[in-house]
């Protein structure tokens, strides 16, 4: 059994190069994550660009996602040596974005001084440093360092997003998303979602028409107001790092937990991210400890799980995602595939479904069961949106997932599903001999052989709704 948990790796100067993002792609990379907080909007339609030109030389689909900056609020830019704020020291906070020292860190946010109060903690850079306000004088914040560390580029500061008074998407984020839909991109990330109200904001067309949504629950708010995020987003994400800083440390693992299995029974990806391998932006091998993160995402369920700094400005990009690709395919050997359905079952019992909804499940779970029961090589999926294949991908199968499609960004959003591998359907979807076509294709790419059965998952002409409704065992 080959890796089942997809890999996203963030793009950066340390791995821009269309030789460098061939090499990621080549060692386990299906999703190249695009972080708009860093650099100039031109710089990541360039890079964007360099992932359609590697896409093309490697002949497969390669998803691409834009990450927006959102209201994140982030310090001024550091010094090139970086800044060192030692333990115990104070550091000014002022509000602006001119450059910062480790005496004075100015604060792109307008309202610091109304939004943060003495006895508040600020974070910097995902909980590099940490600091707690003793003072607020007319012109700035004064603030005694608990935890220190060395500061570089531009690191995010933590307010409280219940302190915040910006909306998401913010003007700025809209204007960037614009010419990424231009570009085509096949996945947006929105940063600081509070509410299925702010996802909706996006105003995008439904994926594959337009790009999927990735909501980012990083926020208390988000935490409350789940289901209704998940229902309205296409795909989630599990920020750790700011989910970290608004919600007690040791909540977190449960938080995890509970936000992957409630998005997967939905029948969307969900992406573990943050600090997974951290520790290779230096180093030639991960910790201990990184090591089980990565195995336990996996068993938590995570479709996908994502390097951050470690590709972006990392020392050995590659060494970083082959790691996790080593890591995730050992942990995927050791899934409850078993187990897991029930899960599923126990909390698609708990929520409203639509009636389509209740035809999928229902025909999903079916080809779940029959796969299983008589030792199926694949389960084949003909999709127009990818909806069957992310809805047969909840159950977790142990049979390989084939999602054939004529939409170019369907197939690329499919690199973010979970043992999902896209395929093009050659010749449409002209009903007459669908299934044996979609069979021929699996087997011309060696994927099933002659003997073995295979189970085919189709939506009919003759359903009136969207649903997956037909359900076929196939001998090759």
Same mark, same amino acid.
């Not at 490697?58 to 996602?65: D, N, Q, V, W």
């Given at each position: ?35 708009? @907080? ?7 339609? &360039? ?86 306000? *003793? ?25 409280? /997003? ?26 947006? !990330? ?11 904001? *996006?105003?995008? &067309? ?13 926020? #208390?708010? !988000?935490? &409350? ?62 910790? #201990? ?7 336990? !995402?996996?068993?938590?369920? /995570? @479709?996908?799980?994502?390097? /951050?700094?470690?590709?972006? $400005? ?39 479904? /639509? ?23 694949? $389960?084949?999926?003909?999709? #127009? ?11 977790r199968p142990q049979a390989k997932i084939l999602g054939f499609s004529t939409d170019e960004r369907t197939l690329r959003q499919l690199t973010l599903s979970w043992g999902a591998t896209p395929y093009d359907l050659a010749g449409g979807y002209a009903t007459d001999g669908l299934v044996a076509r979609a069979v021929e294709l699996a087997q011309h790419h060696g994927e099933v052989r002659n003997g073995d059965l295979v189970a085919v998952l189709s939506g009919s002409t003759d359903y009136p709704g969207q649903a997956t409704? @037909? ?6």
């Amino acid at each position: 059994m080959g890796r089942r948990t997809k890999i996203i790796a963030t793009l950066g100067p340390a791995c821009e190069s269309e030789g460098m993002i061939k090499d990621l792609a080549v060692s386990g990379a299906d999703v190249f994550r695009i972080n708009l @907080s860093h650099g100039s909007l031109d710089l990541g339609v &360039e890079r964007y660009r360099r992932v359609r030109a590697v896409e093309a030389a490697l002949g497969r689909p390669i998803g691409t996602m834009v990450d927006l900056p959102g209201p994140k609020v982030r310090a001024g830019a550091m010094p090139t040596e970086g800044a060192l704020l030692v333990d115990g020291g104070t550091v000014r906070l002022v509000p602006g974005d001119g450059p910062s020292t480790a005496e004075v860190v100015t604060v792109d946010h307008a309202a610091l001084l109304n939004d943060l109060h003495p006895g508040d903690r600020v974070t910097f850079g995902d909980g590099a440093v940490l600091a707690e306000v *003793v003072e607020r004088t007319t012109d700035a914040l004064l603030a005694t360092i608990s935890h220190g560390g060395l500061l570089q580029g531009r690191p995010g500061v933590h307010i409280p /997003s219940e302190r915040l008074r910006l909306a998401t998407p913010t003007d700025h984020d809209l204007h960037l998303l614009d010419a990424f839909v231009e570009e085509g991109v096949d996945m947006v !990330a929105l940063s600081f979602v509070r509410s299925a109200h702010d996802v909706r904001r *996006v105003g995008t &067309e439904p994926h594959p028409r337009g790009p999927m949504i990735v909501a980012k629950i990083e926020t #208390r708010a !988000a935490v &409350e107001n789940l289901d209704g995020i998940i229902d309205a987003s296409g795909a989630v994400m599990v920020a750790r790092g700011d989910l970290g800083a608004e919600c007690p440390i040791e909540e977190l693992p449960h938080l995890q937990k509970r936000i992957l299995q409630r998005c997967i029974t939905l029948g969307r990806p969900a992406i573990t991210a943050t600090q997974m391998l951290e520790s290779m932006v230096h180093a030639p091998t991960p910790t #201990r400890a990184e090591t089980s993160d990565i195995a336990n !995402a996996v068993f938590d369920g /995570s @479709s996908a799980v994502m390097l /951050s700094g470690e590709t972006a $400005i990392g020392r050995d990009p590659v060494n970083s995602v082959a790691t996790m690709a080593r890591i995730a395919a050992r942990a995927d050997a050791e899934f409850d595939y078993e187990g897991w359905p029930s899960r599923v079952h126990k909390i698609s019992g708990e929520m409203n479904q /639509s009636i389509d909804d209740i035809v999928t499940n229902g025909m999903t779970d079916a080809a779940w069961r029959a796969a299983n029961e008589t030792g199926a090589a694949a $389960i084949i999926c003909i999709t #127009r949106t990818g909806f069957t294949v992310r809805s047969i991908a909840r159950y977790r199968p142990q049979a390989k997932i084939l999602g054939f499609s004529t939409d170019e960004r369907t197939l690329r959003q499919l690199t973010l599903s979970w043992g999902a591998t896209p395929y093009d359907l050659a010749g449409g979807y002209a009903t007459d001999g669908l299934v044996a076509r979609a069979v021929e294709l699996a087997q011309h790419h060696g994927e099933v052989r002659n003997g073995d059965l295979v189970a085919v998952l189709s939506g009919s002409t003759d359903y009136p709704g969207q649903a997956t409704d @037909s359900l076929r065992l196939v001998r090759v």
